[in-house]
């Protein structure tokens, strides 16, 4: 194939891709503008408006549309999210740590411990009701659905680090040994330092899995809903703009997440590289 | 004084040591020389405690150490890549074994800087106090991380292939940076290397090990003329070392006749010293072997002729300083030369067959 027909091939590509990524999106940031509160999901656009941004935030007057029931499930999402990412971090660095000399069994623990992520989560969410339900404990958003939180978002947390730790070089905790430094120490003075960005990493993983996390919690959660469900709850009624208005924020939300993280992450990579270009060098 | 007994380790099926027994005295420079996978890596591990031996004991003043932890042996190790801490400045890498070591840390940070201070000074790196360890070349930073095994005052400095990493310019400078810092502070070091030359320059004695085991040790002189074994010769990596057998008083190798040390009857090997053989004109009288030339490779203060004697390459160095150079053609027929004296005989264990007038260390 000649070189501009194959250019024009992959530019087309490449055009419905993007089409297809932030289509989806771009429709919802249009609708949310929609006029209100007559305006419904639908196109064209009567008048744009930010009558459904107003109505999410409680400011609109009141109408027909029932507001959003966001407040106390979008605390519950981000407390469940937070101590998600909090146990499942330390949780999957200790475990990558153990990885990294070889114990017996190791493989099978391995899988033992991926299977939390291969496992369907309605499955999953059935299961721990069902567990829930014949041991007689309560099922709720801070019990057992954050125990499968826990349970599907660290093999990742775990995967993170052991990739980290697969570039980690032992010799400089061998040497800080050596030193006379006890091994804990060593850990938090020297180890910890130097995985830091990775941990970071695991921990926005683990936080924006455990946020948006929709079939384990459906079934787990017990009567206080978390974020998503309360959505899925909504619109299984009728949908209006609202919900759209709100999925922009929640967006802008996590975008403001990813720019912490990445301003954190350039700190933290500039630090290092102030103190030693290219973090480990082989010197062989 | 640090005494290695029967240390022996095994890596599933393989032997990496095989009872290792050694006296390490009080401050001595200590060179241990070993082929790649001879276990001298290894050995350096087992005695800072990095790897756990099967059997054998280490004692370091009467006291058993071999079950310690690494962090409470008191013995400082300096690797092969220095393994410094990225995420410290030079200054903090120094201090960092002062500053949180289990046993009697330092808490005062004047005192901290003092002894840091005085460290880079002596390594040579006063004003670098503040740089990054990306920021700096890689002889410095193998002074950093000398300074700072040394500024703990280890009981035992044990050195794996520091100089490996260096250039030749550097290595030769570091040789003796490293010779003086031993000498003012007193402390054994323990040097493990791959390279003859700084194992013979460096140590007041020197190990050779090969194949796990401790074949040799001696003064670095005594290892150069007189290798106790035929491995050794091998190691050492400067002599030619021939196969063959007695026949009337003379080392029959391949066909050539070969004068023999005395009272060498049941020599199976025969090595002849690198520079102890000179070439000559195939049909000279004084010729030994015939050989035909391959290469030459100028090295500097002398060239290395290499040949193809009647079994296997033969190497032949010639110094500069006592002849100019000769140029051969390939293929070129030449004789090769020596005095009987010069060469060594070993038996059939590859033992050295000490003659009564073996000349003494040169």
Same mark, same amino acid.
């Given at each position: 194939m000649n070189q501009p027909?194959?250019?024009?091939?992959l530019a087309v590509y490449i055009a419905i891709f993007i089409a297809f990524l932030y289509g989806p999106f771009l429709v919802m940031g249009i609708i949310s503008f929609q006029q209100g509160p007559e305006g419904g999901p639908q196109f064209p656009i009567i008048e744009w408006s930010t009558f459904w941004y107003k109505h999410v935030l409680g400011l609109a007057p009141p109408t027909r549309v029932a507001p959003l029931p966001i407040g106390e499930a979008l605390t519950r999402s981000l407390t469940l999210a937070f101590a998600t990412m909090v146990v499942a971090t330390v949780l999957g660095t200790l475990t990558a740590q153990a990885f990294r000399t070889q114990f017996k069994g190791s493989g099978f623990v391995f899988y033992l411990v991926v299977l939390g992520m291969m496992v369907p989560g309605v499955l999953l969410g059935l299961g721990m009701s069902l567990v829930a339900n014949q041991l007689g404990v309560q099922r709720t958003w801070w019990g057992t659905a954050f #125990?499968?939180?826990?349970? /599907? =978002?660290? !093999?990742?947390?775990?995967l993170v680090m052991l990739a980290i730790f697969n570039r980690f070089d032992q010799r400089v905790e061998e040497a800080a040994w050596a030193l006379g430094v006890t091994p804990m120490r060593t850990f938090r003075k020297v180890t910890f330092p130097i995985i830091f960005p990775g941990v970071l990493s695991a921990m926005l993983f683990a936080f924006t899995l455990s946020?948006?996390?929709? !079939?384990? =919690?459906?079934?787990? %959660? %017990? !009567?206080? @809903?978390t974020m998503p469900i309360a959505i899925y709850g909504t619109f299984s009624v009728e949908i209006h703009p609202n919900l759209f208005a709100f999925g922009v924020l929640t967006t802008l939300f996590s975008f403001t997440l990813l720019t912490i993280y990445g301003v954190l992450m350039t700190a933290s990579i500039r630090r290092s590289q102030a103190k030693a270009s290219g973090i480990q060098e082989d010197i062989e | 004084m640090m005494e290695l007994e029967g240390l022996t380790k095994f890596y599933g099926e393989t032997c990496a040591l095989r009872g290792v027994s050694l006296t390490i005295e009080d401050d001595e /420079?200590?060179?241990?020389?070993?082929?790649?996978g001879s276990g001298k890596s290894t050995l350096l591990r087992l005695i800072a405690g990095l790897e756990q031996p099967d059997s054998g004991s280490i004692r370091l003043n009467g006291e058993d150490i071999a079950s310690l932890p690494p962090h409470r042996r008191g013995l400082g190790i300096v690797q092969q890549n220095y393994a410094l801490f990225p995420h410290m400045t030079v200054f903090e890498n120094v201090a960092f074994g002062l500053r949180w070591r289990e046993e009697n840390p330092v808490t005062e940070e004047a005192e901290i800087t003092k002894r840091v201070d005085a460290m880079l000074d002596l390594v040579g790196l006063s004003g670098f106090e503040n740089r990054g360890v990306g920021q700096i070349s890689g002889g410095q930073k193998q002074r950093v991380s000398l300074a700072r095994t040394l500024v703990t005052e280890p009981r035992v400095c044990l050195l794996d292939e520091p100089l490996g990493a260096l250039d030749a310019n550097l290595r030769e400078r570091m040789t003796l940076e490293l010779r003086r810092i031993r000498d003012t502070l007193g402390v054994t070091f323990m040097h493990v290397t791959g390279n003859e030359h700084e194992a013979l320059g460096m140590g007041d004695r020197m190990i050779v090990l090969d194949g796990g085991a401790a074949v040799m040790i001696a003064p670095p002189e005594q290892v150069f003329d007189r290798p106790q074994t035929v491995r050794v010769a091998q190691v050492l990596n400067a002599y030619n070392i021939l196969q063959g057998r007695v026949h009337e008083g003379r080392f029959d190798h391949a066909g050539s006749m070969l004068?023999? !040390?005395?009272?060498?009857? %049941?020599?199976?090997?025969?090595?002849i010293r690198f520079d102890a053989a000179t070439l000559v004109p195939p049909d000279d009288p004084t010729a030994l072997i015939r050989a035909t030339f391959i290469t030459s490779e100028f090295t500097?203060?002398? #060239?290395?002729?290499?040949?193809?004697?009647?079994?296997? @390459?033969?190497e032949v160095e010639r110094h500069l300083s006592r002849a100019d150079p000769q140029v051969y053609k390939g293929g070129q027929e030449l004789g090769i030369s020596w005095a009987a004296t010069d060469a060594l005989a070993f038996d059939s264990d590859g033992e050295l067959i000490v003659s009564s007038n073996m000349r003494g260390a040169a």
């Open positions: 027909a194959l250019r024009i091939l #125990v499968l939180h826990v349970v /599907y =978002t660290f !093999p990742f947390a775990f946020y948006d996390e929709f !079939p384990r =919690t459906l079934f787990t %959660g %017990g !009567p206080d @809903v | /420079y200590l060179t241990l020389l070993g082929p790649s004068p023999l !040390p005395p009272n060498s009857e %049941g020599a199976m090997h025969y090595a500097g203060g002398g #060239v290395t002729y290499f040949l193809r004697g009647p079994d296997g @390459v033969f």
